[in-house]
């Protein structure tokens, strides 16, 4: 099966990287479950020496989610933040990177409490506001680390305009494109040299896989991603390549519903009297509602967030979901709810938090694929 150069989004979501198997025809990439392969004599082999280094399942995974963010080569790795570890290994002591202020917690704790051990450092700013972008570079800046929907309070950054800015300053951009998923906004298009994903979440879909995955366009990135790695060994396995596989083949369309639902309940709870605030990229009321359509043009997807009056109220509504699952993660194909204060952002200090805009009353949903009506029915039972 021969992919078509100019083969339209879903067609290479089901068919990049995946050849029939030459030894029975299977169509569906097998789990190459082994740790070493038989070489045939010495210095002569079938391009495979041992799994740490090559493994043909998670080889295919790789070319898959190339061709889906549009990149040069894709490299998979053990969860999420061992990809953002790989991004940050390119660095040097002495190095200075401008993140995110709104970043997942995961990564401000690597950045905070690890990587500064080590001589990197961070300067955290909004990065939906370019000139506090501009003014954050320093002779010594590197790395550009930008996460556009931010998790949870899904602000929004331009990633041409970070791009261009990043490129002329000489420093690279990678982008973590998690929360959109590459159905929805394309990073490497809009001047990204680097993307990654927590493939734990859309990419996979089903919520039993733990794993993570960068993207590179430069030869320079390709070349020491490959290095690195092999050589501290953070792999995603063949059996986790293999779900994410199967998660990739129905992207496109479990990103319709998850944004069709997304939209709903944000619209829904907009109208709440007990909702003191809605965050979500595709209401009109969004301050960033243009950028969000002209940047992801193909909808907001599902994750949006609210606030009630209190955390008190925010803790009765959490404890009351019957549908719903209360539980950290997100992009499964069932609506997860969640307490970034306390849960996903408890690494975060307090009062970096406020600064961000993420209170103590605020509660994250990841839409799900269910009947919209089952969503609203436990939502309003819950908040009354």
Same mark, same amino acid.
């Given at each position: ?7 339209? +989004?879903?067609?290479? %979501?089901? $068919? ?6 030459? @030894?029975?025809?299977?169509? #569906? ?31 295919? &995974? ?12 894709? +490299?998979?790795?053990? @969860? *999420? ?9 390119? &660095? @040097? @002591? ?16 690597? +950045?905070?409490?690890? /990587? ?17 972008? !501009? ?47 590459? %159905?929805?906004?394309?990073? #490497? ?13 859309? /990419? ?10 960068? #993207? ?8 020491? /991603? ?52 809605? #965050?979500?990229?595709? &209401? ?15 909808? %907001? ?28 993660? /997100?992009? *499964? ?11 996903? $952002? ?30 609203? !029915?436990?939502?309003?039972?819950? &908040?009354?």
């Amino acid at each position: 099966m021969k992919l078509a150069k100019n083969a339209r +989004f879903a067609t290479v %979501c089901l $068919h990049a990287g995946q050849e029939p198997d030459p @030894s029975t025809g299977a169509i #569906i990439t097998p789990i190459f479950q082994t740790s070493t392969y038989v070489q045939e004599e010495l210095g002569k082999h079938k391009g495979f020496e041992y799994a740490r280094t090559q493994n043909p399942t998670r080889a295919a &995974l790789e070319a898959n989610l190339a061709a889906i963010e549009g990149g040069k080569a894709a +490299f998979a790795f053990a @969860s *999420g933040m061992s990809a953002v570890s790989a991004i940050t290994s390119r &660095l @040097s @002591s002495g190095d200075h990177v401008i993140v995110t202020d709104n970043t997942y917690g995961g990564t401000f704790r690597l +950045f905070d409490k690890v /990587l500064t051990r080590y001589g990197l450092q961070f300067s955290y700013v909004d990065t939906s506001r370019i000139e506090e972008v !501009e003014r954050a570079f320093t002779a010594r800046t590197k790395l550009v680390f930008v996460e556009t929907p931010t998790n949870p309070v899904l602000r929004l950054s331009d990633l041409a305009e970070i791009a261009a800015l990043t490129h002329r300053k000489g420093a690279i951009l990678a982008v973590d494109n998690t929360f959109a998923s590459p %159905c929805l906004q394309r990073p #490497i298009a809009l001047g990204a040299d680097l993307v990654m994903h927590s493939t734990t979440k859309y /990419l996979n879909g089903h919520s039993d896989s733990i794993g993570g995955v960068v #993207i590179a366009t430069r030869d320079e990135d390709i070349e020491w /991603l490959r290095f690195i790695q092999n050589s501290a060994g953070a792999i995603l396995s063949p059996f986790d390549s293999w779900l994410v596989l199967r998660g990739t083949k129905t992207l496109p369309l479990r990103m319709k519903q998850h944004t069709a639902n997304g939209t709903a309940l944000a619209q829904f709870l907009e109208k709440h009297p007990k909702v003191t605030k809605v #965050i979500y990229p595709g &209401l009109p009321s969004h301050p960033q509602y243009a950028l969000a359509k002209k940047q992801m043009p193909n909808g %907001c997807g599902g994750m949006l967030s609210f606030e009630v009056a209190s955390l008190d109220v925010a803790r009765q509504v959490l404890n009351r979901f019957k549908l719903m699952a209360l539980a950290e993660s /997100l992009g *499964g194909v069932e609506t997860l709810v969640c307490h970034p204060a306390s849960m996903t $952002h408890a690494s975060v200090p307090p009062e970096r938090r406020a600064k961000i805009g993420l209170s103590d009353a605020l509660i994250r949903i990841s839409a799900g694929i269910e009947d919209i009506d089952d969503l609203i !029915e436990d939502l309003e039972q819950a &908040l009354r």
